[in-house]
């Protein structure tokens, strides 16, 4: 797979709002978001990155541009390219060593992501 965001070997920051947003939960919550992620869809919620270490954050990738205008529940961390600064994701190598990152569901295609609104909508369902 040809997707030229990630890189060939360990992990890098990435700006977000170039080729994507992202949103980040911690914990336990980050983790039972992305399980309830998952079930909606079968399986296939989109590219999702796990941190191993610190605040344990879950990273949602979503398209570029489409966080910024929407209420999302406290718990949850936005990063993008919108007025308020310039936020950077961590993205790991999809082989070799990258810890303490790593992909819990793994980019299928170049312009494939988490969906905003179903993402959103499972958030506040989840944490209130």
């Known amino acids: ?3 030229d965001w990630i890189p060939v070997s360990g992990f890098r920051l990435r700006k977000a709002g170039v080729h994507f947003d992202a949103v980040r939960v911690d914990g336990d919550d980050g983790r039972r978001l992305a399980d309830l992620l998952d079930r909606m869809t079968g399986g296939d919620p989109g590219p ?21 205008h929407r209420s999302w529940p406290r ?6 390219s919108g007025a308020g600064g310039v936020g950077y994701v961590p993205v ?20 494939r ?10 958030a506040c369902e989840l944490l209130g």
């Open 1 to 3: 797979m040809d997707v």
């Open 113 to 122: 992501f988490v969906h905003p609104l179903l993402l959103c909508t499972a």
């Open 48 to 68: 999702i990155v796990t941190e191993a270490n610190g605040c344990r954050g879950v990273y949602f990738l979503l398209p570029a541009a489409s966080t910024a």
């Open 92 to 111: 790991p190598a999809l082989d070799g060593p990258t810890w303490p990152l790593a992909w819990r569901v793994p980019p299928v295609a170049n312009d």
């Open 75 to 80: 718990g949850v961390t936005r990063y993008n």
